[in-house]
């Protein structure tokens, strides 16, 4: 025989026992007991009634098996090295005083101040020696004219 569980409180029916109820729309329901019939009429919540296994669940009630907290892990920091960087270079990067950091920014900073001058400066050079040679290339066009007072073109 197949044991059922009340739709209210939670509990098994045994054979022979509880009572259904099936409302208008074709649900059926299982009540332990008449007690348990009638909150579901007045439509009580049973997690707010203190004998129901619905109750006892949400307050956490009569399970001291699980008393055993579970533990969390905690999370370990720790360093690795970088693609472009060894773990030395970093700790030793990090123990710099931060001036020796910022005069070594600067002297960074002033270096590549001065490529990009250099590399500007030898394209103002580059430009000008084609412009030259260019104007070296192109000969000068005679211009046609038939004598003093005349204007040149078609006749």
């Known amino acids: 025989m197949k044991n059922e569980l009340c739709y ?4 098994r029916i045994y054979p022979g026992h509880g009572k259904r109820f099936a409302r208008v729309d074709g649900k059926t329901f299982s ?8 909150s579901f009429m007045m439509k009580r919540n049973p997690r707010k009634i ?4 619905l109750y006892r669940r949400k307050h956490k ?10 533990r969390t892990r905690r ?6 090295a970088i693609v472009g960087a060894s773990l030395t270079e970093i700790m030793a990067k990090r123990n710099q005083k931060p001036e020796v950091r910022k005069a070594q920014r600067e ?3 002033k270096a590549a101040k001065e490529k990009t001058k250099a590399s500007k400066a030898q394209k103002k050079v580059t430009q000008q020696q084609t412009k030259t040679q ?12 038939g ?8 006749r």
Do not use: D
């Not at 009630?61 to 579970?70: A, D, I, L, N, T």
């Not at 999370?75 to 690795?80: C, D, E, L, N, S």
């Open 8 to 11: 209210f409180s939670g509990y």
């Open 31 to 38: 009540f332990l007991n008449n007690k348990c019939l009638a």
């Open 50 to 53: 203190n004998w129901t296994v």
């Open 61 to 70: 009630k009569g399970s001291q098996e699980e008393v055993s907290k579970k």
């Open 75 to 80: 999370t370990h920091k720790f360093q690795r």
């Open 107 to 109: 002297q960074a900073v």
């Open 134 to 145: 260019k104007a070296k290339g192109k000969a000068s066009k005679a211009v046609k004219g």
């Open 147 to 154: 004598g003093p007072g005349r204007v040149g073109g078609k």
